[in-house]
Nanobody, 125 residues
Framework: QWQLVESGGDLVQPGGSLRLSCAASGFRLDYNVVGWFRQVPGKGREGVSCLSMTGGSGNYADSVKGRFTISRDIAKNTIYLQMNNLKPEDTAVYYC??????????????????WGPGTQVTVSS
């Protein structure tokens, strides 16, 4: 059974940093496209970042470009989202997701089939 579990969400002050982790079981993350999404109440999920199965530097939403970095540890079968210079508008539930193996990645929710339960990130003073 394919499973994803996020961790690392917390309350942080504006300008602070957090690193989210997403551990996979039942499948290899490096054999699939992976992505991070976020959602606030009353809105749809926003694609924050994604990484193709070939790796590379990732793809980012304009709202987080230069502040967030997606990465993976193949040995630990885990992906990460390093979030720096956090802003109050980054407050959301963050989800990791896995999709079909391709050489490119998409930040479209419909391209992902396996989702974690989410972790809350709150940016507030």
């Amino acid at each position: 059974q394919w499973q994803l579990v996020e961790s690392g969400g917390d309350l942080v002050q504006p300008g602070g940093s957090l690193r989210l982790s997403c551990a996979a079981s039942g499948f290899r993350l490096d054999y699939n496209v992976v992505g991070w999404f976020r959602q606030v109440p009353g809105k749809g999920r926003e694609g924050v970042s994604c990484l193709s199965m070939t790796g590379g530097s990732g793809n980012y939403a304009d709202s987080v470009k230069g502040r967030f970095t997606i990465s993976r540890d193949i040995a630990k079968n885990t992906i990460y989202l390093q979030m720096n210079n956090l802003k109050p508008e980054d407050t959301a539930v963050y989800y990791c997701a896995a999709g079909a193996p391709t050489s490119y990645c998409s930040r479209s929710e419909s391209d992902y089939q396996t989702w974690g339960p989410g972790t809350q990130v709150t940016v507030s003073s």
